[in-house]
């Protein structure tokens, strides 16, 4: 299943790059839009962790390379059928998480008709549906928390170099993440949507282990 999904990022990160040449941008339709734009649809919350940005491949290698090396372990124990729910199920919980930030910055903006915009004065709702968030990361993030929880003490290397064990990377990663996504420092990355990545996994994994289906 990791080989799946690793697949089928890159087919439709190349299809989406195809695409855009020939004019039509496949993140307007399937990536994540704010809930109070026109442009968003329920089925998004899915879609969306299938895209990755089509201005630089390093975006889609990122997720990937973090998929390979934490999921197939995880997938291992749980078996492709619970893996696959739940990386799905973490990437909806990321998606939900950052809708709920944009609610949170938003709350005053949706008060007017217009915002204005250094291009110009646009309508509300034309803003809004430029509100668009794409990329497997919130899934990713559940993955690397999964396999603090399995894991903890093996050792990740930092920079291929510095030994640390899973636990204490997936703690300071997620610590990282919330200073980054109350400061809003480090330019477009969703932050608070790869906390809800972490978020929803770990809901998940007390779920399932209170319920016996999983150690």
């Not at 997720?63 to 291992?76: H, K, Q, R, W």
């Not at 993030?141 to 929880?149: D, H, P, T």
Request: contains cysteine; charged residues 10%.
């Amino acid at each position: 299943m990791t080989r799946n999904l690793i697949v089928i990022n890159f087919i439709i990160y190349f299809a989406s790059v195809l695409l855009l040449r020939r004019g039509f941008d496949l993140a307007e339709v399937a990536g994540l839009h704010y809930f109070e734009s026109s442009a968003f649809r329920v089925w998004q919350l899915l879609t969306y962790q299938f895209l990755h940005s089509t201005s630089s491949i390093e975006h889609v290698l990122s997720n990937m390379f973090a998929l390979y090396m934490f999921g197939s372990s995880i997938e291992y124990f749980w078996g492709s059928k619970r893996y696959l729910i739940y990386y799905l199920l973490c990437g909806i919980s990321a998606g939900l998480v950052q809708e709920l930030s944009w609610y949170y910055e938003l709350r005053e903006v949706v008060q007017y008709a217009s915002v204005q915009l250094p291009s110009g004065i646009v309508p509300l709702d034309t803003f809004l549906s430029m509100l668009n968030t794409v990329g497997a990361s919130g899934a990713v993030f559940g993955i690397l928390l999964a396999s603090g929880v399995l894991f903890p003490n093996s050792y990740v290397l930092i920079g291929f170099a510095i030994p640390l064990k899973m636990k204490y990377f997936v703690f300071l990663y997620g610590a990282f993440e919330l200073f980054a996504g109350i400061h809003n420092t480090w330019g477009q990355v969703a932050h608070f949507a790869h906390l809800g990545g972490m978020i929803g996994g770990a809901i998940l994994i007390y779920l399932w282990r209170k319920k016996g289906v999983i150690r």
